[in-house]
């Protein structure tokens, strides 16, 4: 051993990470000393160079490591150790190249801690779901010290206006529930969290804040923090967690903060609500006392006084004591005992002016409202009043001077009407009738509304007898159908108000304004919109892209911009004139407006540069699908006068929030992206992003080969065998398509699969699938081998083409294999998109002797109503339900169900998954049928499994062992 590589063991003898150097037959050429106490506590055994194997869960990687034919693999995996407990590991193999041999190097990762964290939040979320209050907080923050192995953890709230003060609503120290208390907020980490959002100090918080004398006393050396946001958007306080010694697992703790922050602002918000309430019920009832009101409540069944305040008792000359008990007859109303107008009599009584009844006998003339309220749990009447003695004195003077009034209105040149809280007419000025062609008998008594609007905007119109008058004036504009014509007419309105202070009607003056706002349409279109194009200019991109940025932070979304610069535009305006070059420029515009939706934006910002704005963007597909039709619209001849004009374009791509987070910064980086894009060549694009760059290359790489991929052969299928669980016999065969990419590789099918569901290519590639695996049925069966049950996947597009039956019956004609071994997979999705005619069809092929499965049963949204009545023969659980059902109570009751319904409706269950022996025992202990999954044995080559099947004549018959799990 050379001096160097025995530095490379010390060095990886010192890495506190398991690792194992192989040769390539898993013969352990070394193992660091954490990996061999790992093997020790997992397999008991002490691993010896070049003598002891590697165990069978890593041989068993080392196979699906070969078969992958990549660079790297990692696989999860859940073992039993040598204590009989769970431990939950992730494998990782690299090949390792020396001089003398290639050998693989493996590091292993104990995953089992996390694990446990995962179960201890489960714990918490379940705990916090239900309390509410002083016993949320409280529980919040016990167990989020206990969760995350910290000495103290709280939640606060500001307690000042001038938001510089912090009163905590929970304190956990040392396991238990402390006092509350306050403390300034200057100099410490909780301010930092308040301004900027999430920290953490891992460590170091008495040299990073020397002046928090608190958290100096408490001999704090670690803090993690996050502000709690109310649901405006404004911060409300603090939650932390910190402790006496370096906190371990700080992001860790960051997200589980985050995950309940949420939670716990709702609740402080709620808490806040109620607190506000409450003091807004003392301020009411101050003011009830104190308001220039009378205000009586009176007992409706015997008309005896309940209540009254102050000024009700001295506007009739009596005490409140004198009035309380009596009978309400001798003080508000003039009516006999017994016929009391409101619950006798039936009158409305709001806003009606009645006489009071004083202590002297004389009466006071008031404006009266009564109402029903329930106190107590009991019906009770609300009687309010206002003097209005003072106001019956100037009445008659008012009356004088309206009449000198209504002369300056007739004779004025704009409109002047009067309208009710109702919106019905009540005056209007001859100007008026004259504009709209009525006279005034016509019109008084009408609503306005239908007067000045057309039929089509009165919904969408907000109306003057609807608008709430709390301020006494405003504006408004119509738009309206008069004699000369549609005109704009702007209304400066008036509300006149009672002497109780409500609204009772209002007035306005119209002005013709028409020519003003042809101004300023004009003048607006100018300024943001391009003169040549029509297009969007910049002004008005920038503040689309900012409200798109605001809208796509809110809802989790993304926005894209396309920066695109015209190919050849300086030859083509240089050549044939500008004219030419302006009417290329706006069938540009065009042809962009046509590649996206209504909703996104289309600008030119000068020259040939053209920017699309697309919001609202789900994920990184929907950009490469735009930017593909856009290369090819643009890329197609322009025919302008006498010319055939050709022009491409060159597009840079910038993605919200990943390449800017504000409007400046992703048209900067989308124009960088542009050049990029012109450097490589015309008719092209380039995103920002080197990483999305590489992505959406190899999407269309993948594309534009897979067209292509079926005439050269590059796909085969690999079968994974079903096990009967009763017997253990092989109960048949899943085809499962891959891709050997002559560049790239092996092609997972979830890179792949997708591209063909959008294209349309997922057709002809299922049409091959199912031709190929009956070929190989047949094969097998002309070896000598006995007819194995081949299970096929039929997509939903597939499954929507009108002939399907008839197209399955050729392939059967043409391969002659047996229907009756044949066994089609359909998704819930696609049975149930169209539930009457998927049972047309799956009656069919019914009839042709196939079986028919569902396939991942219990993600999708049946209905037990149709699934009664389609013909099918099997269900299949879903892998997501079967992954935990060993450890996670609801996927089991799931999976039982699942169970429990197929066999109800005489189907047979396939669980696929299947990954280790607990999940195969708990789905043969509840009665499942069949299972498929890497336990029993991984996708093999058809050779590999005509050898299995060779094998398995030999046996007994049964499968498990025969192909190595």
Same mark, same amino acid.
């Given at each position: ?306 209540? &009254? ?57 008031? !404006? ?138 209002? &007035? ?385 009751? !799931? ?13 047979? &269950? ?56």
């Amino acid at each position: 051993m050379t001096q160097a590589s025995g530095s490379y063991i010390q060095v990886v003898e010192a890495l506190p990470t398991p690792i194992l150097l192989l040769r390539q037959n898993g013969i352990i050429l070394h193992a660091n000393a954490p990996a061999t106490t790992l093997l020790e506590t997992l397999e008991g055994i002490t691993p010896q160079a070049d003598f002891t194997l590697a165990p069978c869960w890593i041989m068993d990687e080392l196979e699906i490591y070969r078969f992958q034919g990549t660079d790297c693999h990692q696989a999860e995996k859940s073992l039993i150790n040598t204590t009989n407990s769970h431990s939950f590991i992730l494998i990782s193999i690299k090949p390792l190249k020396t001089s003398t041999d290639d050998l693989l190097l493996v590091t292993i990762n104990d995953l089992s801690k996390l694990h446990l964290i995962e179960d201890g939040l489960r714990q918490l979320v379940e705990g916090v779901s239900e309390a509410t209050g002083e016993r949320f907080f409280q529980f919040l923050v016990l167990h989020l010290a206990k969760a995350l192995d910290a000495d103290f953890a709280f939640i606060g709230e500001f307690v000042d206006t001038e938001r510089t003060t912090i009163q905590t609503v929970a304190v956990a120290a040392d396991g238990a529930i402390h006092a509350n208390f306050t403390f300034p907020l200057l100099d410490t980490p909780c301010e930092q969290v308040l301004a900027n959002g999430l920290k953490i100090y891992p460590q170091g918080v008495p040299e990073l804040f020397p002046l928090d004398h608190l958290a100096l006393e408490m001999g704090v050396e670690s803090y993690i923090g996050i502000p709690l946001i109310s649901s405006h958007k404004t911060t409300m306080g603090p939650m932390a967690v910190f402790s006496r010694r370096p906190i371990r697992e700080s992001h860790l703790a960051a997200s589980m903060l985050q995950i309940f922050a949420a939670r716990a602002a709702s609740e402080l918000e709620r808490l806040q609500a109620e607190r506000v309430l409450r003091e807004t019920e003392a301020r009411l009832k101050t003011i009830v006392d104190s308001v220039h009101t009378g205000i009586l409540v009176i007992d409706p069944q015997n008309h005896r006084i309940v209540d &009254v305040n102050e000024i009700a008792a001295s506007s009739l000359g009596r005490t409140r004591e004198e009035m309380i008990g009596t009978s309400c007859h001798r003080f508000i109303c003039p009516n006999e005992e017994g016929q009391c107008p409101f619950t006798d009599l039936h009158q409305t009584l709001d806003n009606e002016e009645r006489d009071l009844i004083r202590a002297d006998g004389s009466r006071l003339s008031v !404006i009266k409202t009564v109402s029903r309220v329930v106190l107590d749990g009991r019906e009770h009447l609300l009687e309010s009043f206002v003097d209005i003695s003072r106001r019956k004195q100037v009445e008659n003077k008012l009356k004088e001077s309206e009449e000198r009034y209504r002369m300056l209105v007739e004779n004025q040149a704009d409109l002047v009407i009067k309208i009710d809280m109702d919106g019905i007419l009540r005056f209007v000025s001859p100007s008026f009738c004259k504009l709209f062609g009525q006279t005034e008998e016509e019109l008084l008594g009408k609503p306005l509304m239908p007067v000045i609007l057309p039929a089509e905007q009165l919904s969408h119109s907000t109306g003057f007898e609807r608008m709430i008058c709390h301020d006494t004036s405003y504006y408004r504009e119509y738009l309206s159908q008069t004699v000369e014509g549609k005109r704009w007419i702007g209304w400066a309105l008036r509300c006149i108000m009672s002497p109780a202070g409500q609204p009772e009607a209002i &007035v306005g003056m119209g002005r013709d304004i028409t020519d003003r706002k042809e101004a300023e349409t004009t003048i607006e279109k100018l300024a943001y919109h391009d003169p040549v194009t029509g297009l969007p200019n910049r002004t008005l991109l920038y503040d689309r892209l900012q409200l798109a940025i605001n809208r796509a932070e809110r809802d989790n979304q993304g926005v894209a911009i396309l920066f695109l610069d015209l190919d050849r535009f300086k030859a083509i305006n240089d050549s044939l004139g500008h004219a030419i070059g302006d009417a290329l420029l706006k069938q540009v515009g065009n042809r962009l407006l046509d590649c996206v939706r209504s909703s996104d934006t289309v600008a030119r910002l000068g020259g040939d540069e053209f920017v699309v704005l697309i919001s609202a963007l789900e994920n990184d597909h929907a950009v490469g699908s735009v930017i593909m039709k856009i290369l090819e619209q643009l890329a197609e001849p322009y025919r302008i006068e006498e010319h055939e004009v050709y022009s491409s374009s060159s597009i840079g791509i910038s993605i919200y929030p990943r390449d800017g987070r504000d409007a400046e910064e992703l048209l900067k980086n989308a124009d960088m992206a542009m050049y990029q894009a012109k450097e490589a060549g015309r008719n092209t694009c380039h995103f920002f992003s080197p990483e999305l760059n590489m992505r959406a290359t190899e999407r269309l790489l993948l594309e534009n080969t897979m067209r292509r991929a079926l005439e050269r052969e590059e796909f085969f299928l690999a079968y994974q065998p079903q096990m009967e669980l009763n017997s253990g016999h092989v109960a048949g065969i899943e085809a499962l398509i891959r891709w050997r990419h002559p560049d790239l590789g092996i092609v997972p099918p979830n890179n792949f699969i997708p591209i063909a569901e959008e294209t349309g290519l997922i057709v002809p590639l299922g049409e091959w699938v199912l031709a190929e695996a009956c070929r190989q049925g047949v094969r097998w069966q002309q070896e000598g081998h006995p007819p194995i049950r081949i299970a096929v996947n039929v997509s939903a597009r597939q499954f929507r083409q009108k002939n399907l039956g008839t197209r399955i019956e050729k392939i059967l004609e043409e391969t002659g294999f047996n229907p009756e071994f044949l066994e089609l997979e359909l998704t819930e999705s696609a049975v149930m998109e169209n539930p009457e005619e998927a049972i047309l069809t799956l009656r069919q092929l019914k009839k042709m002797g196939i079986t028919l499965s569902i396939d991942d049963f219990g993600t999708g949204y049946s209905s037990l109503s149709h699934l009664k009545h389609f013909p099918i023969d099997r269900l299949k659980i879903d892998r997501s339900f079967v992954k935990h059902v060993t450890r996670d109570h609801n996927d089991a009751t !799931i999976a039982e169900a699942i169970i429990a319904l197929a066999h109800s409706m005489n189907l047979t &269950v396939v669980a696929e998954g299947i990954e280790h022996s607990e999940q195969m025992e708990f789905m043969h202990q509840r009665s499942c049928d069949t299972m498929q999954g890497y336990y029993l044995s991984r996708p093999v080559t058809a050779d590999e499994f005509g050898s299995f099947l060779k094998r398995l004549g030999e046996s007994d018959g049964k499968a498990h062992g025969l192909l190595g799990g």
